[in-house]
């Protein structure tokens, strides 16, 4: 009986500050500065007056921030998107989807990476078992910001994790890659080509060691280039002048065996073929 009368009380202080919500989005905005700041007491303060219904509770606010956020009358609504979420997160940790939601709005709707990586990083914190909050972070990091080093940081707290995606390995090779570090993006490709069981995912590896391989030997020469022009004054007439002028030990052929495609006029180097064509 105790417990219904807290339940009813708990519904009626919430319909109450929703009301009260509502009367305040009907005063015109431009009278009163500041009147879109709306102050929800700290997570901590409302998990004591939930008298145990803390998860209850974290529930009513997550409803009430999707229905805060889709107001785009509101032109300060993400000035407060973290407290509100590190709310919930106090009123239940285990609660996975404010975290993610919490992190889209941050990204597509305030276009604040940075703000989703908090939303993100504390879901991690509280949940260190679920991989998915380091996952998307990298996800956010390559996809959107192009911070491959800040990409292959998240994407390897997410290999660390208990059953974590294969694919976590692949896009950490494939944002060190984009990083340019060659070194351990052959590495990590060479791991998973030799450990993977599908022949499919053998053949993902395959193109991406082709791929590096590539990067790797075409940088060379293009130095080795550079410093043949420094040294006579011009290109060299083929890469094989760039053995005999000791500027290269032997020429480089790519995964395939094949030569290097070079053009003597303009210095250029390229392989002769498209790494994801092989």
């Given at each position: 009986?105790?417990?219904?009368?807290?339940?009813?009380?708990?519904?009626?202080?919430?319909?109450?500050?929703?009301?009260?919500?509502?009367?305040?989005?009907?005063?015109?905005?431009?009278?009163?500065?500041?009147?879109?700041?709306?102050?929800?007491?700290?997570?901590?303060?409302?998990?004591?007056?939930?008298?145990?219904?803390?998860?209850?509770?974290?529930?009513?606010?997550?409803?009430?921030?999707?229905?805060?956020?889709?107001?785009?009358?509101?032109?300060?609504?993400?000035?407060?998107?973290?407290?509100?979420?590190?709310?919930?997160?106090?009123?239940?940790?285990?609660?996975?989807?404010?975290?993610?939601?919490?992190?889209?709005?941050?990204?597509?709707?305030?276009?604040?990476?940075?703000?989703?990586?908090?939303?993100?990083?504390?879901?991690?914190?509280?949940?260190?078992?679920?991989?998915?909050?380091?996952?998307?972070?990298?996800?956010?990091?390559?996809?959107?910001?192009?911070?491959?080093?800040?990409?292959?940081?998240?994407?390897?707290?997410?290999?660390?994790?208990?059953?974590?995606?294969?694919?976590?390995?692949?896009?950490?090779a494939n944002a060190a890659f984009k990083d340019m570090d060659y070194e351990t993006a052959w590495q990590s490709w060479l791991e998973v080509f030799q450990t993977a069981g599908e022949e499919r995912i053998k053949k993902i590896a395959s193109n991406?060691?082709?791929?590096?391989?590539?990067?790797?030997?075409?940088?060379?020469?293009?130095?080795?280039?550079?410093?043949?022009?420094?040294?006579?004054?011009?290109?060299?007439?083929?890469?094989?002048?760039?053995?005999?002028?000791?500027?290269?030990?032997?020429?480089?052929?790519?995964?395939?065996?094949?030569?290097?495609?070079?053009?003597?006029?303009?210095?250029?180097?390229?392989?002769?073929?498209k790494w994801w064509k092989r």
């Open positions: 009986m105790k417990k219904n009368i807290l339940v009813i009380i708990l519904l009626l202080s919430c319909a109450l500050f929703m009301g009260l919500q509502t009367l305040t989005n009907r005063i015109p905005r431009a009278s009163i500065p500041g009147a879109s700041i709306i102050y929800i007491p700290s997570g901590k303060f409302l998990k004591y007056a939930t008298f145990g219904y803390s998860s209850l509770a974290a529930d009513l606010v997550y409803l009430w921030a999707i229905q805060y956020y889709s107001n785009y009358t509101i032109a300060e609504r993400y000035d407060h998107l973290d407290h509100i979420f590190a709310i919930i997160a106090e009123l239940d940790p285990r609660y996975l989807d404010p975290y993610e939601m919490g992190a889209i709005i941050a990204v597509y709707e305030a276009r604040d990476p940075y703000l989703a990586f908090k939303v993100l990083d504390r879901g991690l914190e509280k949940n260190p078992d679920q991989w998915i909050f380091p996952y998307q972070a990298g996800h956010y990091a390559q996809m959107v910001m192009k911070d491959y080093e800040l990409a292959r940081e998240y994407y390897k707290r997410t290999m660390e994790i208990p059953n974590a995606p294969p694919i976590a390995k692949r896009l950490y991406h060691l082709y791929q590096v391989k590539s990067a790797m030997d075409v940088k060379r020469i293009k130095e080795a280039v550079e410093e043949y022009k420094q040294k006579y004054g011009q290109n060299p007439p083929s890469l094989e002048h760039l053995v005999r002028a000791g500027l290269l030990d032997s020429f480089p052929q790519d995964l395939d065996g094949n030569d290097y495609l070079y053009d003597p006029e303009k210095g250029e180097v390229e392989s002769q073929t």
